[in-house]
């Protein structure tokens, strides 16, 4: 019933901001208000996504248009813009996935430099950062001749604060309260203003992670067949995250010279404890197996850089170095302990497992950029090159297995040992990857009315790959690439409020790092073997975006885009032929460049008061993104894996100036995503995300927020469908059919700032 209600309700204020539209268009066009330095505490007004001015496609919202519902993170910021989801554990926000394709397609950048990522695939974890060093958050739709083109996608850049965005400074503190009892708190600091003769900005963040859920599998032996066995099963991930942020701005003459660095520790513990019970009967008489696994996380991003502007040969150069590192380090252990592997219940325990892992990655990136801006004939010209060198050195080891059967009483039991056991490489555990690109540009802008932009970018790689769990012989390989990657952006604007996009540009995606170690994974896939490719080349992809956007009034936007992708060398496991090592009806299979895939859909947007109704101090926000895909695989056509159907987020923040005080929601949904791998295929759904947020505001200097998140307790439902070989999956012969829900529960958030 409740959902019923919240459905009509979220459907009347979409269909009231909708229907404002036309009239909105017929406004008169102010001038937008002039840029300010950011507030540290909301004064009553509310922010809308911005109207940027670039030629590319690129959406941009600041801070304030995310703040009054305090998130926590960058990726609790970026589920509510458009064209982003995530497949997640519920409440969790980690992987991007723009345009609903996997999180390798996705290059995140932090102050429009790459990252280093903990992901094997590349990826960078957005949770790591905390939202409160951020500036605003860029939606890069199509690439530029002057950015990275590992971007098939798009591009998410995290801008973070700088010297020049605070005249003044903040306190935050708070609570966070949790379902289950637990409170975490949250602190921070920032200042900025004139010092040390230039612009200085000094920030520091500390707050309480967690996140408890539950979860209840069932397992079948197929689909509509006998239950076997269910598990039950509480994961507490809690921790903490530290932060320090700091910029500085000199100007000397008409040069100006940059400093910046940033740190971010993480510090989680994954507490996963499950009891399985025989035919889906909760009673010892039928209790299976006890389990108990914690994951240890640390990790550290780090950044620091140093840049310098100043003008040359009738225009501005610009010399950067950056240089970004990750290290990461996790300890897992596994304890089981088995019932009814005899005829005596619980609890007489029958046999004892325990495994224990170690990962440990050190990734650098290196960067000196060169860079001049001037104008020519005209229209404006930049040209430079970025040379980058990435350290990779990856650790990951395991002890191992510890197996006893333990007989029953009264004799003896066998002694067990503690959890610290010798640890020795996995295959592919034990590697170092080194990486020099090389990556010149050339970018012409131009147009008043017409505005276009046309650039050429190059990319050289070289790669070094040493895997030392692998023969002497195959241990070190070396491969190089490069690619030409043009780039064109038109944007006419009809009139004031109007304007059309028009982009096509060509993009890369590098394999991932587990992809390319030549050592010998055995049952990986079902019971299919694994080896990877040293000499996979990147995938490669020809984009076009189509964008409408106008202004509504004053302060509104809204936008609509259209985008296709045609990805050609796609990354897709082929066969070797060779028997694996389960024997007949198994194989080893391996990555290869075979394939060729599609990605297309429609995304609109759109953030405004509603002023024509009188109600300036009303504003909605409404996206909605359609995603459809295609590629080939060994089982025939299927979308790409795990990209949803849809995603949208609908909300509203209203303001009552008199008691200075202001209360909004917003609801996010998105739609089933279906997986497909040899041996596995999953679909996926959940809920819609229902949050809200009140706030009482008192004099210029405080503010006192109220906020809870995922008030309908949202599930994240997911079918597996398993199978033991190729032949298998093909005849729908199960190995395996599994049901598994998980749910997160309500948390709560009080939050108090202070300016100065």
Same mark, same amino acid.
């Given at each position: 019933m409740h959902r019923t209600t919240l459905a009509r309700a979220l459907s009347r204020v979409l269909a009231a901001s909708i229907a404002i539209a036309p009239a909105a268009f017929a406004q008169p066009v102010d001038a937008a208000p002039a840029d300010e330095l950011d507030r540290v505490v909301v004064t009553g007004e509310i922010v809308y996504r911005d109207r940027t001015e670039a030629t590319a496609p690129v959406l941009s919202y600041d801070l304030e248009y995310f703040q009054r519902f305090e998130p926590l993170t960058v990726g609790d910021m970026l589920k509510r813009v458009p064209s982003v989801t995530f497949i997640s554990d519920v409440l969790e926000y980690d992987g991007v996935r723009l345009r609903g394709l996997d999180p390798g397609y996705t290059q995140i950048l932090v102050n429009g430099k790459r990252v280093p990522g903990a992901g094997f695939d590349r990826t960078f974890f957005v949770d790591r950062i905390p939202a409160e060093l951020v500036e605003r958050i860029e939606i890069v739709r199509s690439a530029s001749a002057d950015r990275s083109g590992d971007a098939v996608a798009g591009a998410l850049n995290i801008v973070l604060?700088?010297?020049?965005?605070? $005249?003044?400074?903040?306190?935050?503190?708070?609570?966070?309260?949790?379902?289950?009892?637990?409170?975490?708190?949250?602190? #921070?600091?920032?200042?900025?203003?004139?010092?040390?003769?230039?612009?200085?900005?000094?920030?520091?963040?500390?707050?309480?992670?967690?996140?408890?859920?539950?979860?209840?599998?069932?397992?079948?032996?197929?689909? !509509?067949?006998?239950?076997?066995?269910?598990? &039950?099963?509480?994961?507490?991930? +809690?921790?903490?995250?530290?932060?320090?942020?700091?910029?500085?701005?000199?100007?000397?003459?008409?040069?100006?010279?940059?400093?910046?660095?940033?740190?971010?520790?993480?510090?989680?513990?994954?507490?996963?404890?499950?009891?399985?019970?025989?035919?889906?009967?909760?009673?010892?008489?039928?209790?299976?197996?006890?389990?108990?696994?914690?994951?240890?996380?640390?990790?550290?991003?780090?950044?620091?850089?140093?840049?310098?502007? &100043?003008?040359?040969?009738?225009?501005?150069?610009?010399?950067?170095?950056?240089?970004?590192?990750?290290?990461?380090?996790?300890?897992?252990?596994?304890?089981?302990?088995?019932?009814?592997?005899?005829?005596?219940?619980?609890p007489e325990d029958d046999r004892f497992t325990r495994d224990v892992s170690r990962v440990a990655i050190e990734d650098r990136d290196d960067t000196l950029e060169?860079?001049? $801006?001037?104008?020519?004939?005209?229209?404006?010209?930049?040209? #430079?090159?970025?040379?980058?060198?990435? =350290?990779?050195?990856?650790?990951?080891?395991?002890?191992?297995?510890?197996? &006893?059967?333990?007989?029953?009483?009264?004799?003896?039991?066998?002694?067990?040992? !503690?959890?610290?056991?010798?640890?020795?490489?996995?295959?592919?555990?034990?590697?170092?990857?080194?990486?020099?690109?090389?990556?010149?540009?050339?970018?012409?802008?131009?147009?008043?009315?017409?505005?276009?932009?046309?650039?050429?970018?190059?990319?050289?790689?070289?790669?070094?790959?040493?895997?030392?769990?692998?023969?002497?012989? @195959?241990?070190?390989?070396?491969?190089?690439?490069?690619?030409?990657?043009?780039?064109?952006?038109?944007?006419?604007?009809?009139?004031?409020?109007?304007?059309?996009?028009? +982009?096509?540009?060509?993009? &890369?995606?590098?394999?991932?790092?587990?992809?390319? =170690?030549?050592?010998?994974?055995?049952?990986?896939? #079902? @019971?299919?073997?694994?080896?990877?490719?040293?000499?996979?080349?990147?995938?490669?992809?020809?984009?076009?975006?189509?964008?409408?956007?106008?202004?509504?009034?004053?302060?509104?936007?809204?936008?609509?885009?259209?985008?296709?992708?045609?990805?050609?060398?796609?990354?897709?496991?082929?066969?070797?032929g060779v028997e694996g090592d389960e024997g007949p009806g198994t194989f080893v299979l391996q990555p290869r460049n075979t394939g060729d895939g599609r990605v297309w859909g429609a995304e609109f947007d759109l953030s405004t008061p509603l002023t024509l109704f009188g109600l300036e101090g009303t504003g909605v926000f409404f996206n909605y993104t359609w995603l459809d895909s295609e590629v080939e695989d060994f089982f025939g056509t299927r979308r790409f894996s795990d990209q949803s159907r849809y995603v949208y987020n609908v909300g509203f923040i209203q303001e009552l100036a008199g008691p200075a005080l202001s209360f909004g929601a917003t609801f996010r949904k998105q739609g089933d995503a279906y997986g497909r791998i040899v041996g596995e295929e999953v679909r996926t759904s959940y809920d819609g995300d229902l949050e809200a947020f009140v706030e009482k505001r008192f004099g210029e200097q405080w503010t006192l927020r109220l906020t809870g998140t995922n008030l309908l307790d949202q599930s994240k439902d997911e079918v597996f469908d398993k199978f033991a070989t190729i032949a298998d999956q093909i005849a729908r012969d199960y190995d395996e059919y599994e049901l598994e829900s998980e749910t997160g529960g309500r948390a709560w958030q009080l939050i108090v700032r202070y300016a100065f």
């Open positions: 604060r700088d010297g020049m965005t605070l $005249d003044g400074g903040y306190l935050r503190a708070g609570l966070q309260s949790f379902t289950d009892g637990e409170v975490e708190p949250t602190f #921070g600091a920032f200042w900025g203003g004139e010092a040390l003769g230039g612009h200085l900005l000094l920030g520091a963040n500390v707050q309480g992670r967690r996140n408890p859920k539950s979860k209840l599998s069932q397992r079948f032996d197929a689909p !509509g067949g006998t239950l076997d066995n269910i598990e &039950v099963q509480s994961d507490v991930r +809690s921790g903490k995250d530290y932060a320090f942020n700091a910029d500085y701005r000199l100007a000397i003459g008409e040069a100006e010279l940059n400093l910046h660095g940033l740190f971010v520790r993480t510090d989680r513990l994954q507490d996963e404890d499950s009891i399985e019970y025989r035919a889906g009967v909760r009673d010892d008489a039928n209790l299976l197996t006890i389990n108990d696994n914690d994951l240890d996380i640390l990790t550290d991003n780090y950044a620091v850089g140093l840049g310098l502007e &100043v003008p040359m040969a009738g225009g501005r150069t610009a010399i950067r170095y950056d240089h970004a590192g990750l290290a990461d380090e996790q300890d897992e252990f596994e304890n089981e302990t088995e019932y009814l592997r005899d005829a005596i219940a619980f060169v860079r001049h $801006d001037r104008a020519l004939g005209g229209m404006d010209l930049a040209f #430079g090159v970025q040379a980058t060198r990435k =350290s990779r050195v990856t650790d990951i080891a395991a002890a191992p297995r510890y197996r &006893v059967t333990i007989p029953n009483a009264p004799a003896p039991r066998p002694a067990i040992p !503690g959890p610290v056991q010798a640890l020795a490489p996995v295959p592919g555990g034990d590697s170092t990857l080194r990486e020099d690109r090389l990556e010149p540009f050339v970018k012409f802008e131009g147009g008043d009315r017409l505005e276009w932009e046309a650039g050429l970018r190059y990319e050289r790689t070289r790669t070094r790959l040493e895997d030392r769990t692998v023969a002497a012989a @195959d241990r070190e390989s070396r491969t190089g690439y490069g690619y030409l990657l043009p780039s064109a952006h038109l944007k006419f604007a009809l009139d004031q409020a109007n304007r059309i996009t028009a +982009s096509v540009a060509r993009t &890369v995606r590098r394999p991932g790092f587990d992809q390319l =170690s030549p050592a010998l994974l055995t049952g990986e896939l #079902g @019971d299919n073997d694994f080896i990877g490719n040293p000499d996979l080349r990147p995938e490669d992809a020809w984009g076009a975006d189509l964008g409408f956007e106008r202004r509504l009034g004053r302060r509104g936007v809204a936008g609509v885009n259209l985008f296709y992708r045609d990805i050609r060398d796609l990354i897709e496991i082929a066969n070797t």
